[in-house]
């Protein structure tokens, strides 16, 4: 079963009386502030790791 054209109008008339015309696009700049942050924390934590030197005392440690 996949999704039609009417269940997605449907979706975005409830959304919209839910959260009202004001709202909704508050809402989606946030979503994309929060996406923004993300892409960036994930490209520096890349960068961070690839500039580490991997210590294998620390990955396996003796027991």
Known sequence: M???I???V???LVIALLFGSHRIPALAAEAAKGLKSLKREVAQAKTD???APFDEGEA???R
């Open 60 to 62: 396996n440690p003796k």
């Open 6 to 8: 009417w269940q997605i």
């Open 49 to 51: 790791s690839a500039d």
């Open 10 to 12: 449907i979706a975005g």
């Open 2 to 4: 996949s999704i039609g």
